[in-house]
């Protein structure tokens, strides 16, 4: 029994030529912003996490005004400082100005995000 083939269509190879970039130079004026100088101004947030809790959705529908939430660590215990969701340092609470904040104790190895 014979069948018939069907002919394959041929494609066209794409053609690829050598190109030739000009050389990079730092051609900037004096005291021009470098394009990676534009990083410096990105935002990021910062959280500083002091402890976590897990709790039943029935038993955060029942929270009301007073209530404590007992977290996972102790008085003198380090926080975690999380840039955009990235844990990048520890800390110790410390008061600033009337203000709540963080010194660093610790630094994660690696890049920052």
Do not use: F, Y
């Not at 190879?13 to 410096?40: F, M, N």
């Not at 990105?42 to 009301?64: H, N, P, Y």
């Amino acid at each position: 029994m014979a069948t018939e083939e069907t002919p394959v269509e041929e494609t066209a190879q794409p053609v690829v030529s050598p190109i030739t970039l000009p050389e990079l130079t730092d051609e900037r004026s004096p005291g021009e912003a470098r394009p990676i100088d534009v990083l410096g101004r990105v935002r990021a947030e910062v959280v500083v996490v002091a402890g976590r809790a897990t709790m039943t959705l029935a038993q955060v529908k029942a929270l009301t005004t007073g209530d404590l939430i007992a977290l996972d660590r102790g008085i003198d215990a380090t926080v975690d400082i999380l840039v955009n969701g990235m844990a990048v340092a520890t800390g110790d609470v410390v008061v600033l100005d009337d203000h709540l904040a963080a010194r660093i104790a610790t630094l994660e190895a690696g890049d920052l995000p």
